[in-house]
């Protein structure tokens, strides 16, 4: 599986931008699909998450209410809509992919997926 993020830039403090990760490759619908970000100097972190077939969703706290995570399988794209954006959302935006057999929740750690994508980055201005 190729993933590809896109659909970051720059929005001011309460703004949306909706990022997209575009798959490539083996079944995609069989995947969970993770968003993590970082910040330069500090440890990437998991963001949101989507599981085998989208029956499962799972989120950050930092982000809940504010940020949500669907799918699409015919277009091999799971989507972060992100709401009423702050400027400590600023940071680089990636997405991985971990094959599943079933709906578990998407795996929160970088290192348990097994297909990484390039990042985006998201500068939100206070």
């Known amino acids: 599986v190729q993933l590809q993020a896109f659909g970051g830039g720059l929005v001011q403090a309460g703004g949306s931008l909706r990022l997209s990760c575009a798959a490539s490759?083996?079944?995609?619908?069989?995947?969970?699909v993770g968003w993590f970000r970082q910040i330069p100097g500090k440890e990437r972190e998991f963001v949101a998450g989507?599981?085998?077939?989208?029956?499962?969703?799972n989120c950050a706290d930092s982000v809940k209410g504010r940020f949500t995570i669907s799918r699409d399988n015919a277009k091999n794209t799971v989507y972060l809509q992100m709401n009423t954006l702050k400027p400590e959302d600023t940071a680089v935006y990636s997405c991985a992919g971990a094959w599943q057999s079933g709906p578990y929740l998407a795996p929160m750690t970088w290192g348990d997926y097994h297909y990484w994508g390039q990042g985006t980055q998201v500068t939100v201005s206070s």
């Open positions: 490759g083996r079944t995609f619908s069989d995947y969970a």
């Open positions: 989507i599981s085998w077939r989208g029956a499962i969703t």
